[in-house]
């Protein structure tokens, strides 16, 4: 596993009513989102650990979850 798949990657969840959480987490914790979402009884809570903070979200709430995949460089 390289260190560029180790690094937390930033993650926005789309809420009900146009709310938008914007947090950098690990591959990990991300899957696990992923597969809480996709689970049949995805209307509770679930607890996320990000980069800096641990976050509750209802899941019956999310509307869209996008992964940032884009190359970060340094530089221009």
């Known amino acids: 596993m390289s260190a560029e798949s ?3 990657q930033r993650v926005d969840l789309g809420f009900t009513g146009g709310q938008v959480l914007a947090l950098r987490m690990d591959q990990t914790v991300y899957e ?3 597969t809480a979402l996709e689970a049949s009884e995805s209307d509770g809570w679930h607890e996320l650990r ?3 903070s ?3 979200v ?3 709430k999310v509307v869209y979850v996008r992964l940032d995949t884009e ?3 340094v530089g221009f």
Request: proline share 6%.
């Open 6 to 8: 180790r690094r937390p």
């Open 32 to 34: 696990g989102l992923r």
């Open 50 to 52: 990000a980069e800096d």
């Open 54 to 56: 641990q976050v509750a």
């Open 58 to 60: 209802d899941l019956s």
């Open 71 to 73: 190359q970060h460089k």
